[in-house]
Each structure stands twice: as C-alpha cells, then as structure tokens.
C-alpha cells in the first residue's frame, strides 16, 4: 500500500536533513507488506521517497538509491517529475542517508525502477493535483478549469502561475486520495533520452566519490591481510614500515567473523594515502593461513568437474529423461568450466569514518546503506540513531559495494585511533580479497529425434554458492542459483537439473548478472551446439526450442512470456540481417537469456584471421517493459557488452597455496577501448511492468562470441577465458 502525506508544516522534516519551507511530500510504499497500515499516526509513518517544491520553484527528490553510472537518479527524479509536468531543468537531486524509512535502499538486483515506478508516478501525479487545487483557490475558479504545464498551472482563460508561487497555498492542503496518471503517450520524459542531472557535476569534477572525501585531521590507513582467505596474523614486524615519511603508527586488528565483517590485518596508520602504502609494503608479517591453505583452483575445477559427472541432488525431474536418452537417434554431451571472477571497479573499496564516543558518521562509496549501518551498530555495539551513512557517488560497483566489510574496517580504526580515518584499498587488495563470483563446472546431455527435435535435455552444476558466506559450510546451490538451471525457457518434455558438491575455498559474492552468467553462458552454448547437431540453422532451431508462446506459471507475480523471448532474438537477429553475406573470417554468433525479469538477446558479429579474435559488432535488443530513460538503458547494454567481453575475453581469478594469484589489470584484464565494438541497441516498446536494465545485458555476450567463433573455425569453446587458447 501506498501512504502519501503532507508534511511540509511537521517537525519530521527535521530528521531527513531537508530545508523546511516549502511544499513537502511523504511517501511509504510498503514494499513488502501487503496489510494495510491502519495507523495513520507520522509517528509511525516513515516515507521512503520524497518531493519538495520550494516558492523559488525549485524542485528536490530525495534518492533513495546510490548512483553508480546507473542513471538512477536521473530515473527516479523524471518519473516524478513527468507526472508532475515539471521543468526538468528546475530538478535537483539529495542524497539520502542509510535509513530504513527509505525502505529497501540495496542497488543491487536491477530493481530500482521496478520496485518504485507506480510510487514515484503517484508522487507526482499528486504534487501536480495539489498545485492545481492551490491554484483554484487563489483564483476562485473551478479545478477543472486549470492544467498543469512546465512548471505552470494554466487558466483556461489564458493566464498562469509559476509552481513556487503556489507553495504557501499548497502546503495547507490535504493529500487527495485519488489522482489520476498520465496516458503513456503524454509522458514527456519517461520514455524518453533525458540528460543525467549529474552530468555537470561528473564534467567538471564536482561530484563527490568516496576518495573525495576528506575531513580535518583525518588519518589515511592501508591494511595487510592475510593473503589465504580467513587466515590471521601470527606475528608481525613494523621496524621498517616506521622509517616511511608520514607513516605514523601499525597496528593489528582482529577479524570480525561476520558476512561482511572485516578480514583483520596489519593496518598502517599515515599522513597522506601514498605513506600508507609503501608503510604497508614494508611490513614483515608472518600469517598463520588456516584451513583455506590447501586450495588450488586447478585441482578443485576437477574435484567439481568430477562431481558432475556423476548423479547430483535432484533439482528437477520431468517427464522420463532415461527413456529420451535410451529411445535418442543422437546424443550430445559436453562439459564446461568456468573460473572465478573478480569485481574491480575502476574505484577500489574505500571508506571515511568517524567515531566518537557512542556516535559514528561513515562517508563512503555503498550499495547497501542500511546494510553498512547495521554492520557499523553491531561493531560499535550502539543504537542506529547515533549511526549516520553517507552516500557518495560510486566509481563501478557491480555487486562489489553492496558487502560492507570495508567499511567496517574504517570503524574499527576511527574507534582504535580515536580519529576521523580513511580507509583505501590498493588494486591488489581489491583483486586478492574479493567476494568473487563463483567458479562452476557444468555438464549438459541432451537426446534428439531423428527430425532434430530435442527430446531430452539434463544439466548437472556444481559451484560453491552465495549462500557459504552467510551460512558457512554450505556446499550446494541455494534455490535461486538452480532456478536459472531449472527455469529454462525451452519446450522439452523430458528435462532433469542436477546439483553436485562444491565448498567454498573464498568469500563467494554476487557479481553483475550473478548466476546468469555460467548457466547463460552453458544453455546458449550447448543448444547452438545441438543446431549444428541438428543441421538446423541456430536462429531457427532457437526458437523452435522455446517452441510454442505461453506464459509460465511461476510464484513470481511477473511471468515468463515465451513470445516476448523469441520476440528479441527475432529483433536482434533483423538489425544483424541475419543469414547475411559477410566478409571471409567473420561470423555471427547469437544468444538469448531471461533475466531480472527481462528479455534480452544479442548478435555479435566476430572475425578470427590469423588465430586473432576480434568483435566488431554486437546488435542487442532488450524488453524491459515500460522504460525511463532511452540514454541510460543504451548505456547499460553497451557497458554490459564490454563487461561481458572482458568476461569472456580475460575473466579469471586462480588460485595457488591458498591465495589468489593475479594482482592488478596487468594480469586480470580488461577490453581497452581500441577493441571495444560498435553496439547496436533496440528497446522494445511495451506497456508491461518497468523491470532490470543493469545486469541482464551481460549473460548473453560470452557465449554469442563462442558461438560465432564455432561459425568460422569449427572450434567449440566449452570453458573461458579465450586467452587461455591464445585467441586474444
């Protein structure tokens, strides 16, 4: 349920840091309840959105979501501001601070406009009712008489007034109960390319980032971790860290064995970033390394691959897969391997706290505030009241900042040093002491008939799941990473899904896509390997395998609609001019995946000439329902297809003795802009609920690549990354 209330005129204005004086809105979307709240006490009421409108006509919305090259700013204020008939150019944006009258303020899940779309429309359809009521009454006229228009109501007689004109009158009104939304084909900004209000700020260097950050006498601290995850510290030497100019004390701190509680280390202690480093290099430590020691990634890719190639947990079983098996005109078999993956966001951890006595105030770069500030009360042993989290903007995040223990680290060595402190991670840090993403074997086996059809399709996984950082001794998938396994989309009557063992050697996190990235790369693969079994072409032997439009019947209350899948591969394909000539050396692979609700597929168009790799273009089309913002979604697809080739291109993360073995760029590498290719997007236009843009463009350009590489030199790539082979 919805409640929006006024309350420019309350005294809770003052406890979400906002200017009082102008027209106030409140608005509590109840995310996750669906009981009506019967107390309409503002006591009890706790607004997750707001609108200000002040009498200078200026307009602010409080962004509940931290911004990260999303757009999500620019997103959550045009839906408002749409409904509102707003002068975009008279928007701003504050940051809100981690709280849960904010409700859920995790970007992460690609969720942000399909949780708060109707919420954000209703916000300002109302605003835009109320001005017009306002504006009724200051002239003694009939409402149906005036309209909204640009930041004016307008009289039917030809007169207007300006928004903040009206604000004294409007902030005496009660909320109406009922307002009506806009048609769609009046929206003036959703839907559209809108410039990002921050856009400015990013030019010239004003936007504050969490390494901005800086406050009087803070102290800046680099930490020695252990280099086997959940190691400790036996015994340490800090004699030559000392000798470093600006280096002014080394201490140890503990680990704190929490999910996102903090590794623990030797923390260097300086005057300046750059002392704290080279402090940090002098250290002579000696780890005791724990249990983790013995893990080395080569050997435990065939423990797990072994594991899938024997019987697994059952996951799902449907029809009779031995009978399509034993009754097959052909089989196909194959194995694929994929390594770990490491976040490394251009802008590595970093965290500004300050604690004093029972108080802290942290500054950081955070997906998960009101994570962060239930870890920083836990640490500090405090109430959330006395703990305020401010968020920055974010250099890349992918998943990586949603996990606080960075953050925590900033806490303990502010309460340590009795001091504002700054905490930064090196690259190597960031690289050797990630939340990765899960390493994976895959083993799938289907049966086709004599016509091509397939009759039969089983997929076996093991991979060490999310699941083993919170609930330590975990060793098999949790539900949500089978489901992208058991959930997909092709018309098979015998389909079985399999789980086999894998423990956890690393902190295992979420990464952009997540799950989607090894079955999407192992589904696509293998059903254009059935094709060429087949001797189908793969465009059509693709939809002939999603087969016949229907909706699934799932829990989700946004169903799985088959026509809309086979519709974007059908798109991409026409943009790419599938079946075309192309030049010798070049082929078209494609690949189409369901994701965070929406449909996505990808034609990506390769040439290998003399055992050389390179992309040249990628045509992608996406459904995600009704859509914001044109510019940030073309954004999305195209950070997502180079996302997605640096994946497939140099994606890996080993290990050795325990301990991760790459260190920075240099050797965990990224596609550099002379290998980045021209990317072709269409945005399907529906009238469908808004879902995920961010992270459902990456699962597809892996295995569209492979597959086009097949199309030229008749070589199937089952594992990554394609350096391994030489290719680039």
Same mark, same amino acid.
């Given at each position: 349920?919805?409640?929006?209330?006024?309350?420019?005129?309350?005294?809770?204005?003052?406890?979400?840091?906002?200017?009082?004086?102008?027209?106030?809105?409140?608005?509590?979307?109840?995310?996750?309840?669906?009981?009506?709240?019967?107390?309409?006490?503002?006591?009890?009421?706790?607004?997750?959105?707001?609108?200000?409108?002040?009498?200078?006509?200026?307009?602010?919305?409080?962004?509940?979501?931290?911004?990260?090259?999303?757009?999500?700013?620019?997103?959550?204020?045009?839906?408002?501001?749409?409904?509102?008939?707003?002068? *975009?150019?008279?928007?701003?944006?504050?940051?809100?601070?981690?709280?849960?009258?904010?409700?859920?303020?995790?970007?992460?899940?690609?969720?942000?406009?399909?949780?708060?779309?109707?919420?954000?429309?209703?916000?300002?359809?109302?605003?835009?009712?109320?001005?017009?009521?306002?504006?009724?009454?200051?002239?003694?006229?009939?409402?149906?008489?005036?309209?909204?228009?640009?930041?004016?109501?307008?009289?039917?007689?030809?007169?207007?007034?300006?928004?903040?004109?009206?604000?004294?009158?409007?902030?005496?009104?009660?909320?109406?109960?009922?307002?009506?939304?806009?048609?769609?084909?009046?929206?003036?900004?959703?839907?559209?390319?809108?410039?990002?209000?921050?856009?400015?700020?990013?030019?010239?260097?004003?936007?504050?980032?969490?390494?901005?950050?800086?406050?009087?006498?803070?102290?800046?601290?680099?930490?020695?971790?252990?280099?086997?995850?959940?190691?400790?510290?036996?015994?340490?030497?800090?004699?030559?860290?000392?000798?470093?100019?600006?280096?002014?004390?080394?201490?140890?701190?503990?680990?704190?064995?929490?999910?996102?509680?903090?590794?623990?280390?030797?923390?260097?202690?300086?005057?300046?970033? *750059?002392?704290?480093?080279?402090?940090?290099?002098?250290?002579?430590?000696?780890?005791?390394?724990?249990?983790?020691?013995?893990?080395?990634?080569?050997?435990?890719?065939?423990?797990?691959?072994?594991?899938?190639?024997?019987?697994?947990?059952?996951?799902?079983?449907?029809?009779?897969?031995?009978?399509?098996?034993?009754?097959?005109?052909?089989?196909?078999?194959?194995?694929?391997?994929?390594?770990?993956?490491?976040?490394?966001?251009?802008?590595?951890?970093?965290?500004?706290? *300050?604690?004093?006595?029972?108080?802290?105030?942290?500054?950081?770069?955070?997906?998960?505030?009101?994570?962060?500030?239930?870890?920083?009360?836990?640490?500090?042993?405090?109430?959330?009241?006395?703990?305020?989290?401010?968020?920055?903007?974010?250099?890349?995040?992918?998943?990586?900042?949603?996990?606080?223990?960075?953050?925590?680290?900033?806490?303990?060595?502010?309460?340590?040093?009795?001091?504002?402190?700054?905490?930064?991670?090196?690259?190597?840090?960031?690289?050797?002491?990630?939340?990765?993403?899960?390493?994976?074997?895959?083993?799938?086996?289907?049966?086709?008939?004599?016509?091509?059809?397939?009759?039969?399709?089983?997929?076996?996984?093991?991979?060490?799941?999310?699941?083993?950082?919170?609930?330590?001794?975990?060793?098999?998938?949790?539900?949500?990473?089978?489901?992208?396994?058991?959930?997909?989309?092709?018309?098979?009557?015998?389909?079985?899904?399999?789980?086999?063992?894998?423990?956890?050697?690393?902190?295992?996190?979420?990464?952009?896509?997540?799950?989607?990235?090894?079955?999407?790369?192992?589904?696509?693969?293998?059903?254009?390997?059935?094709?060429?079994?087949?001797?189908?072409?793969?465009?059509?032997?693709?939809?002939?395998?999603?087969?016949?439009?229907?909706?699934?019947?799932?829990?989700?209350?946004?169903?799985?609609?088959?026509?809309?899948?086979?519709?974007?591969?059908?798109?991409?394909?026409?943009?790419?001019?599938?079946?075309?000539?192309?030049?010798?050396?070049?082929?078209?692979?494609?690949?189409?995946?369901?994701?965070?609700?929406?449909?996505?597929?990808?034609?990506?168009?390769?040439?290998?000439?003399?055992?050389?790799?390179?992309?040249?273009?990628?045509?992608?089309?996406?459904?995600?329902?009704?859509?914001?913002?044109?510019?940030?979604?073309?954004?999305?697809?195209?950070?997502?297809?180079?996302?997605?080739?640096?994946?497939?291109?140099?994606?890996?993360?080993?290990?050795?003795?325990?301990?991760?073995?790459?260190?920075?760029?240099?050797?965990?590498?990224?596609?550099?802009?002379?290998?980045?290719?021209?990317?072709?997007?269409?945005?399907?236009?529906?009238?469908?609920?808004?879902?995920?843009?961010?992270?459902?463009?990456?699962?597809?350009?892996?295995?569209?690549?492979?597959?086009?590489?097949?199309?030229?030199?008749?070589?199937?790539?089952?594992?990554?990354?394609?350096?391994?082979?030489?290719?680039?």
């Amino acid at each position: 349920m919805r409640i929006i209330k006024n309350i420019s005129r309350r005294s809770f204005v003052k406890t979400i840091g906002i200017a009082s004086g102008g027209l106030i809105l409140g608005c509590n979307t109840n995310l996750f309840s669906d009981k009506e709240d019967k107390n309409k006490n503002l006591t009890n009421f706790n607004p997750n959105l707001f609108v200000q409108l002040n009498s200078d006509g200026s307009l602010i919305l409080i962004a509940s979501r931290s911004e990260m090259g999303n757009g999500v700013r620019t997103s959550l204020t045009s839906v408002i501001a749409d409904e509102m008939e707003a002068d *975009w150019n008279r928007v701003t944006v504050q940051q809100a601070v981690g709280d849960a009258k904010y409700g859920d303020q995790n970007t992460d899940g690609s969720r942000s406009i399909r949780y708060l779309y109707e919420t954000m429309r209703q916000m300002g359809a109302t605003a835009k009712a109320m001005l017009i009521t306002a504006a009724a009454k200051k002239w003694q006229v009939p409402e149906s008489e005036c309209s909204a228009e640009n930041h004016f109501i307008i009289h039917s007689s030809g007169k207007k007034i300006g928004y903040g004109d009206l604000v004294e009158i409007a902030k005496t009104l009660e909320v109406p109960k009922d307002v009506k939304l806009k048609s769609p084909e009046d929206f003036k900004y959703i839907g559209k390319s809108l410039r990002s209000v921050d856009v400015a700020d990013y030019v010239q260097g004003k936007a504050t980032f969490g390494l901005d950050k800086r406050l009087p006498n803070m102290k800046f601290v680099a930490i020695a971790r252990c280099p086997v995850t959940f190691g400790s510290v036996k015994s340490f030497d800090k004699t030559e860290a000392l000798k470093i100019a600006g280096v002014q004390d080394v201490i140890e701190i503990p680990r704190i064995e929490r999910p996102f509680g903090a590794l623990g280390g030797v923390a260097v202690v300086a005057s300046n970033t *750059w002392a704290a480093f080279k402090g940090k290099e002098a250290l002579k430590i000696e780890w005791n390394y724990g249990d983790n020691s013995d893990y080395d990634s080569e050997k435990y890719m065939n423990e797990i691959t072994a594991n899938v190639h024997k019987q697994g947990k059952v996951a799902k079983d449907v029809g009779n897969i031995n009978k399509a098996f034993k009754n097959a005109h052909k089989i196909i078999e194959s194995t694929f391997q994929l390594p770990h993956l490491s976040h490394a966001p251009m802008e590595v951890p970093n965290a500004v706290a *300050w604690v004093q006595g029972d108080s802290c105030e942290v500054w950081a770069p955070t997906q998960a505030p009101q994570t962060t500030r239930k870890e920083v009360v836990n640490y500090l042993k405090t109430e959330e009241e006395k703990v305020t989290i401010n968020v920055t903007f974010l250099g890349g995040g992918f998943g990586r900042k949603s996990k606080p223990d960075y953050i925590v680290e900033a806490v303990m060595l502010s309460k340590a040093l009795n001091a504002p402190v700054q905490v930064v991670w090196t690259r190597e840090d960031d690289i050797k002491h990630d939340y990765y993403h899960t390493v994976s074997a895959q083993y799938l086996k289907a049966s086709l008939d004599k016509n091509g059809k397939v009759t039969g399709w089983l997929h076996r996984f093991a991979m060490p799941s999310i699941a083993s950082t919170f609930s330590p001794g975990v060793d098999y998938a949790a539900g949500f990473e089978i489901a992208s396994a058991s959930n997909v989309p092709f018309e098979i009557e015998n389909m079985k899904i399999e789980v086999g063992k894998a423990p956890a050697k690393v902190r295992i996190g979420w990464l952009r896509s997540v799950i989607n990235i090894p079955h999407g790369f192992s589904e696509n693969v293998f059903a254009d390997e059935l094709a060429i079994a087949a001797n189908k072409d793969p465009l059509e032997f693709r939809l002939d395998l999603i087969g016949k439009d229907r909706i699934e019947e799932t829990k989700d209350p946004i169903k799985y609609n088959t026509a809309r899948l086979k519709n974007v591969l059908k798109i991409a394909a026409k943009n790419a001019e599938w079946g075309k000539k192309l030049p010798e050396g070049h082929a078209y692979g494609l690949a189409v995946h369901y994701s965070f609700y929406t449909y996505v597929a990808s034609i990506v168009e390769v040439s290998v000439i003399n055992n050389k790799l390179k992309v040249h273009n990628i045509y992608t089309a996406i459904d995600c329902g009704t859509f914001v913002n044109r510019n940030t979604i073309k954004a999305q697809l195209e950070g997502a297809a180079v996302f997605g080739m640096s994946l497939a291109f140099y994606g890996k993360i080993t290990a050795k003795n325990g301990a991760i073995e790459q260190n920075n760029y240099h050797d965990y590498k990224m596609v550099r802009i002379n290998d980045t290719p021209n990317v072709h997007v269409e945005i399907v236009e529906s009238s469908e609920r808004p879902t995920g843009v961010g992270e459902p463009g990456v699962p597809v350009i892996a295995p569209a690549i492979v597959n086009a590489i097949y199309q030229i030199t008749g070589k199937r790539y089952y594992n990554l990354p394609l350096s391994d082979y030489g290719l680039v």
